[in-house]
């Protein structure tokens, strides 16, 4: 992964073409110097999660839900929920309504995200299934990759694959969408 992929990769955000026009060595300075951008403008955040996700452990989930909707981005429950861990997030995410707590998956990698949803109940990981391949597909063959057989069962009952001719030898999915298709034959 070249660097500017890799700034690519922590933000949705495309990265402005004059930045690519530039000779590698500096790319590199610029990539540098995003780093400690961010990483000056971020220090203290991980102990605010940490301390976040404590103090939440003490207030019932009746009062925390709909205070994280309505107070609390997306992004910044996603770092809160990284800190909980799976057990205590998984709790969370149970009760969050679906179109939070899509928003706030978007900011969860893949694989916490497939331990999330293996824990949760089944009805909950349905809906939330089937609105997000309605939204993000490609999100939904991420985080498969990382599902355990019985939500990968869910996966391949809610989705629909495009045709064996249409895949694409080089399609970063290629395994997963093989695995899926091999359970909906069944």
Known sequence: MSELDELVAWSDLAVPEVLHQLPHQQQKEVVCWVKNLV?????????????????VKYIPHFMVI??????IRPQIA??????????QATGYANDLPLEYFSKVSKH???????????KMK?????????????QHQTRVLDIAEHLDQRILEIVAKLVKLPEP????????????????RAIQVI
Do not use: W
């Open 39 to 55: 990483n000056h403008n971020t220090e203290g955040l991980d102990d605010l999660y940490n301390a976040i996700s404590m103090i």
């Open 165 to 180: 001719a249409n895949d694409h030898a080089k399609n970063p999915h290629r395994t997963i969408i093989e695995k899926i």
């Open 122 to 134: 089944k009805n909950t990981v349905e809906k939330f299934i089937h609105y997000e391949l309605k």
């Open 78 to 87: 996603a770092g809160v929920c990284i800190k909980m861990g799976v057990d």
């Open 108 to 118: 969860l990698d893949a694989l916490m995200m497939a331990q999330i949803l293996e």
């Open 66 to 71: 709909p205070l994280m909707v309505e107070h």
